[in-house]
């Protein structure tokens, strides 16, 4: 059976590359690669998995987990897959649906050192089942969770709700309707929460934060919107929980003829890729670090040469949809 | 050790009940789920996976398989996860890098019969490599491949691109402005291939293909802007490759003052959400149908009921970028 030294001999180049090209770590050029790989299947090397995963310890593949595939998911898987590639790192992610047992099939593989890391986007188990598995390989979060065993990347959206509030306070809005998401979010309690405050410090009677709770697709804002055409008392401002739905939102007043931001002013969340090319006003929460804090993180866990943490904050980002 | 039979009694629910919730297949309502998953975990009942395996020769778990994890990708992604989540199976997204040998452990999982089925989307390895592995499992591709072994879902984009020259040119365009994407690209090859006929059928000059290729990235709309502003003879419209470049072309022209449709019109290519509330102009080509036609073909291979596979065609959506 040839060695890594005869592939080496074969290709041309040192053992040391070889290694890197069957280990995927580390920089190879394009053709250095193609060299090595056509001197693998040439001479049929085949690496002893099992073995070469006993002496690094390593398959150089992430994990990341999720109930679902959704936009705001997807901006976070981007950047997590990007910065993991660019330490040398794969990714598999694996879409639970929900189901408990494939998400603890899914951990058994870090169990099992065929996952590196795992990124836990949004789980199906309770904690006290997963944190049993950080103990074979370190596992970062975005829930908000208190646990020595697993970090999180997680961030507050209290504060962000209420830069939104502020600011629309400031340009003059005094008639501010909320459009929250999912009921039983953290998320949207936080918003709620945040709501409270600003109207308690600015003695003005809050909403009742159910009336447009749960707005999450298309259909939601059209019951939104023609709520709008026949209530007598217009809202001035509309604060959403993501781009995605200010974006519905806008288009579908215009359409209506109604003027955005002159009639009513709507602010969107997430700073993603629409809310720019539809000159939005949004609220930044660096939403592509957070992804790629997450990946830091199991770097760091794995002793990997990494940049350091970058702090998450919100931002305004000021656009046209608003005064 | 305790039985299906056991588990069955504990919860209250038919033996029937418990096996789809541990097998994850038909439907089964959330409280009757928990029960049964509450009695799993009191008898601490962990069912032999391999012996179950080797009974049913399925783990209900789908495969895809991409080099990147982009726009288009993730539409397509999204839709054949719904699919298959209605037919009971989970799914797991390889995203290899272009690496090889990651591509080829994935496609090993077939064989060991940990993936029932593989969607490859963007492939790393040859056809050779990789048409070995369709014996072990059914195998779909968004590639344009004649196999025997691996059906594709691929459609020519030729058609597409020719139906938005044409109704550009039916609405008085004459100085029509093509955008393509990546030059090694077969679909970029199509489009070149539709625009070169269009000129010809109409005796006009086609203007240079590599003008804009490879206009993938923002940076290279913001090139064509800059170009636009500066040329003396000006396009009176412009056929992109996507609706995240139109919608980017789009918002660009409009902050430069440059009115669209009035001074140029732009078509976008999916129909995308961004299209929508853009209120552009663009080619459908059922993308989402793309997704669930690849789901269907891979389940009527494992001879599973479900819905016939629906015809893929490309249509005009006429919105407010064009005339």
Redesign the interface.
């Known amino acids: 059976m040839p060695t890594i030294l005869d592939i080496a001999r074969h290709a041309g180049v040192s053992s040391a590359t070889v290694s890197r090209v069957?280990n995927?770590s580390g920089y190879v050029g394009e053709e250095t690669r193609r060299k090595v790989?056509d001197a693998i299947e040439q001479l049929n090397y085949s690496p002893n998995k099992n073995a070469q995963h006993l002496r690094t310890g390593s398959t150089k593949?992430f994990g990341i987990i999720s109930t679902q595939?959704n936009d705001t998911a997807?901006a976070r898987?981007?950047s997590f897959?990007s910065t993991a590639?660019a330490n040398g790192y794969?990714?598999?992610?694996?879409?639970?649906?929900g189901?408990?047992?494939?998400e603890r099939e899914a951990f058994d593989l870090l169990k099992s050192k065929q996952l590196d890391g795992i990124f836990l986007i949004y789980r199906a188990n309770d904690w006290s089942v997963l944190e049993k598995y950080a103990s074979f390989g370190p596992v970062v979060t975005l829930h908000n969770v208190d646990s020595e065993q697993i970090p999180s990347v997680f961030i507050d959206h209290y504060k962000g709700h209420r830069l939104a509030l502020d600011y629309l306070w400031e340009t003059g809005c005094r008639q501010i309707l909320n459009l929250y998401g999912t009921p039983k979010g953290l998320n949207t309690h936080r918003r709620i929460d945040a709501y409270t405050d600003f109207c308690r410090d600015h003695q003005i009677d809050p909403h009742n934060p159910d009336l447009f709770i749960d707005t999450v697709t298309s259909e939601k804002v059209d019951d939104f919107i023609r709520w709008y055409e026949s209530t007598e008392v217009k809202p001035d401002a509309v604060v959403t929980h993501s781009d995605?739905i200010a974006?519905?939102v806008?288009?579908r007043l215009r359409?209506k003829g109604i003027r955005v931001p002159e009639d009513v002013s709507v602010i969107g969340f997430d700073n993603l890729?629409?809310s720019?090319?539809?000159?939005m006003t949004t609220i930044d929460y660096s939403i592509e670090e957070q992804g790629k804090n997450a990946c830091r993180l199991l770097l760091q866990t794995l002793n990997q040469p990494v940049d350091e943490l970058k702090p998450l904050s919100f931002k305004l980002i000021k656009r046209k949809t608003t005064l």
């Open positions: 069957i995927s790989e593949n595939f997807v898987i981007n897959i590639y794969t990714t598999t992610l694996f879409v639970t649906n189901d408990k047992k494939r995605s974006a519905l806008v288009s359409r890729d629409v720019d090319v539809m000159d």
